[in-house]
Protein backbone atom coordinates (compact mmCIF):
# COMPACT_ATOMS: atom_id res chain seq x y z
CA UNK A 1 0.00 0.00 0.00
CA UNK A 2 1.37 3.05 -0.88
CA UNK A 3 1.52 6.19 1.44
CA UNK A 4 -1.27 8.09 -0.39
CA UNK A 5 -3.54 5.00 0.22
CA UNK A 6 -2.63 4.57 3.20
CA UNK A 7 -3.25 8.37 4.34
CA UNK A 8 -6.69 8.17 2.32
CA UNK A 9 -7.43 5.25 4.10
CA UNK A 10 -6.98 6.77 7.37
CA UNK A 11 -9.16 9.67 6.36
CA UNK A 12 -11.81 7.38 5.36
CA UNK A 13 -11.96 6.01 8.89
CA UNK A 14 -11.55 9.12 11.17
CA UNK A 15 -14.70 11.06 9.35
CA UNK A 16 -17.19 8.63 10.55
CA UNK A 17 -15.48 7.97 13.96
CA UNK A 18 -15.64 12.00 14.33
CA UNK A 19 -19.13 12.05 13.46
CA UNK A 20 -19.81 8.88 15.94
CA UNK A 21 -18.37 10.75 18.83
CA UNK A 22 -20.15 14.07 17.55
CA UNK A 23 -23.70 11.85 18.10
CA UNK A 24 -22.38 11.19 21.79
CA UNK A 25 -22.12 14.76 22.77
CA UNK A 26 -26.22 15.18 22.10
CA UNK A 27 -27.13 12.10 23.62
CA UNK A 28 -24.96 13.22 26.87
CA UNK A 29 -26.50 16.83 26.99
CA UNK A 30 -29.80 15.41 26.65
CA UNK A 31 -29.18 12.56 29.50
CA UNK A 32 -27.84 15.11 31.67
CA UNK A 33 -30.69 17.87 31.25
CA UNK A 34 -33.12 14.59 32.08
CA UNK A 35 -31.04 13.37 34.99
CA UNK A 36 -31.50 17.36 36.48
CA UNK A 37 -35.03 17.74 35.76
CA UNK A 38 -35.76 14.40 38.00
CA UNK A 39 -33.55 15.65 40.69
CA UNK A 40 -35.54 18.83 40.52
CA UNK A 41 -38.97 17.78 40.61
CA UNK A 42 -38.53 14.28 42.88
CA UNK A 43 -39.58 15.26 46.64
CA UNK A 44 -36.81 14.93 49.54
CA UNK A 45 -37.87 12.90 52.22
CA UNK A 46 -36.42 12.79 55.64
CA UNK A 47 -37.51 10.11 58.11
CA UNK A 48 -37.53 11.66 61.56
CA UNK A 49 -35.70 9.08 64.02
CA UNK A 50 -37.25 7.68 66.92
CA UNK A 51 -36.50 9.58 69.86
CA UNK A 52 -33.76 8.04 72.55
CA UNK A 53 -35.37 5.98 75.38
CA UNK A 54 -34.69 7.62 78.68
CA UNK A 55 -32.42 5.69 80.80
CA UNK A 56 -33.35 4.39 84.52
CA UNK A 57 -30.39 3.96 86.79
CA UNK A 58 -30.44 0.54 88.77
CA UNK A 59 -29.61 1.24 92.26
CA UNK A 60 -27.93 -2.31 93.66
CA UNK A 61 -29.46 -3.15 96.94
CA UNK A 62 -26.70 -6.20 97.58
CA UNK A 63 -23.95 -3.72 98.39
CA UNK A 64 -23.83 -4.56 101.91
CA UNK A 65 -23.44 -8.29 101.31
CA UNK A 66 -20.26 -10.11 101.08
CA UNK A 67 -19.06 -9.91 96.75
CA UNK A 68 -19.74 -13.57 95.91
CA UNK A 69 -16.21 -13.14 93.63
CA UNK A 70 -14.10 -11.51 96.54
CA UNK A 71 -10.53 -13.17 96.71
CA UNK A 72 -11.71 -13.47 100.87
CA UNK A 73 -14.88 -15.14 100.22
CA UNK A 74 -12.71 -17.66 97.97
CA UNK A 75 -10.32 -18.28 100.83
CA UNK A 76 -12.82 -18.97 103.34
CA UNK A 77 -14.16 -21.50 100.64
CA UNK A 78 -10.84 -23.22 99.98
CA UNK A 79 -10.14 -23.17 104.18
CA UNK A 80 -13.40 -24.55 104.74
CA UNK A 81 -12.55 -27.08 101.99
CA UNK A 82 -9.00 -28.28 103.24
CA UNK A 83 -10.87 -28.79 106.68
CA UNK A 84 -13.42 -31.02 105.30
CA UNK A 85 -10.42 -33.55 103.59
CA UNK A 86 -10.90 -35.81 100.99
CA UNK A 87 -9.81 -33.30 98.01
CA UNK A 88 -10.77 -34.51 94.36
CA UNK A 89 -7.91 -35.05 91.94
CA UNK A 90 -7.67 -37.21 89.23
CA UNK A 91 -5.69 -39.71 88.86
CA UNK A 92 -3.17 -38.55 86.12
CA UNK A 93 -0.48 -41.24 86.65
CA UNK A 94 -3.12 -43.29 85.09
CA UNK A 95 -2.86 -45.21 81.43
CA UNK A 96 -5.94 -42.83 79.67
CA UNK A 97 -8.28 -44.80 77.40
CA UNK A 98 -9.38 -44.89 74.25
CA UNK A 99 -12.91 -42.87 75.24
CA UNK A 100 -11.03 -40.04 76.69
CA UNK A 101 -10.10 -38.72 73.72
CA UNK A 102 -13.37 -37.90 72.87
CA UNK A 103 -16.45 -35.58 74.55
CA UNK A 104 -19.07 -36.73 75.82
CA UNK A 105 -20.97 -34.80 73.19
CA UNK A 106 -18.96 -36.94 70.71
CA UNK A 107 -20.29 -40.24 72.22
CA UNK A 108 -23.71 -41.91 71.27
CA UNK A 109 -25.26 -44.66 73.34
CA UNK A 110 -26.21 -47.24 70.53
CA UNK A 111 -27.04 -50.35 72.71
CA UNK A 112 -26.20 -52.30 75.42
CA UNK A 113 -25.42 -56.26 76.15
CA UNK A 114 -25.61 -58.94 79.07
CA UNK A 115 -22.41 -60.63 79.98
CA UNK A 116 -22.96 -63.00 83.07
CA UNK A 117 -24.53 -60.74 85.75
CA UNK A 118 -22.67 -57.24 84.19
CA UNK A 119 -24.51 -54.92 81.85
CA UNK A 120 -22.09 -53.75 78.48
CA UNK A 121 -22.92 -50.72 76.87
CA UNK A 122 -21.89 -49.96 72.82
CA UNK A 123 -20.94 -46.58 72.89
CA UNK A 124 -20.52 -45.24 69.25
CA UNK A 125 -17.64 -42.72 68.34
CA UNK A 126 -18.09 -41.57 64.74
CA UNK A 127 -17.58 -44.74 62.70
CA UNK A 128 -16.35 -47.47 65.81
CA UNK A 129 -18.95 -48.76 68.05
CA UNK A 130 -16.75 -49.50 71.72
CA UNK A 131 -17.80 -52.22 74.54
CA UNK A 132 -17.66 -50.03 77.78
CA UNK A 133 -18.59 -51.28 81.72
CA UNK A 134 -18.83 -50.08 85.10
CA UNK A 135 -15.67 -48.06 85.91
CA UNK A 136 -14.55 -47.35 82.30
CA UNK A 137 -13.58 -43.75 81.70
CA UNK A 138 -14.84 -41.78 79.20
CA UNK A 139 -14.95 -38.26 78.21
CA UNK A 140 -12.34 -35.07 78.46
CA UNK A 141 -12.90 -34.72 81.87
CA UNK A 142 -11.99 -37.72 84.13
CA UNK A 143 -15.76 -39.32 83.21
CA UNK A 144 -16.05 -42.65 85.20
CA UNK A 145 -18.75 -44.86 84.18
CA UNK A 146 -21.14 -45.39 87.51
CA UNK A 147 -23.90 -47.39 86.14
CA UNK A 148 -25.38 -48.97 83.16
CA UNK A 149 -29.08 -49.41 82.53
CA UNK A 150 -31.36 -50.03 79.23
CA UNK A 151 -31.41 -46.76 78.33
CA UNK A 152 -29.08 -44.76 79.82
CA UNK A 153 -24.69 -45.04 81.09
CA UNK A 154 -24.58 -42.90 84.15
CA UNK A 155 -20.69 -41.04 84.62
CA UNK A 156 -19.39 -39.66 87.00
CA UNK A 157 -16.90 -36.22 85.79
CA UNK A 158 -14.23 -34.37 87.85
CA UNK A 159 -14.43 -30.41 86.95
CA UNK A 160 -12.36 -27.64 87.96
CA UNK A 161 -14.80 -24.90 89.88
CA UNK A 162 -14.35 -21.22 89.55
CA UNK A 163 -12.15 -21.91 92.57
CA UNK A 164 -9.55 -24.22 91.11
CA UNK A 165 -10.99 -27.31 93.43
CA UNK A 166 -11.84 -30.37 91.35
CA UNK A 167 -15.79 -31.25 92.03
CA UNK A 168 -17.73 -34.30 90.51
CA UNK A 169 -20.22 -33.75 88.10
CA UNK A 170 -22.82 -36.34 87.22
CA UNK A 171 -23.86 -36.55 83.89
CA UNK A 172 -25.89 -39.32 81.86
CA UNK A 173 -25.64 -41.13 77.94
CA UNK A 174 -28.92 -41.46 76.89
CA UNK A 175 -30.23 -44.05 74.39
CA UNK A 176 -30.46 -42.93 70.68
CA UNK A 177 -33.75 -43.81 69.53
CA UNK A 178 -33.67 -44.60 65.51
CA UNK A 179 -35.72 -41.50 64.12
CA UNK A 180 -38.12 -42.74 61.19
Not at 9 to 29: D, I
Request: hydrophobic residues 40%.
Amino acid sequence: MTPAAARRAAFVLAVPCALLVAGCETHQSELQAWMDETRRNTPVRVERLPAPKSFEPYHYQGRDETDPFSLAKLRVSAVEAERAGGRLTPDLSRRREALEAFPLDNLKLVGNLRQGNANVALLQTETTVHQVRVGNYVGQNFGRITKISETEVSVKELVQDAAGDWVERNTALRLQEATK
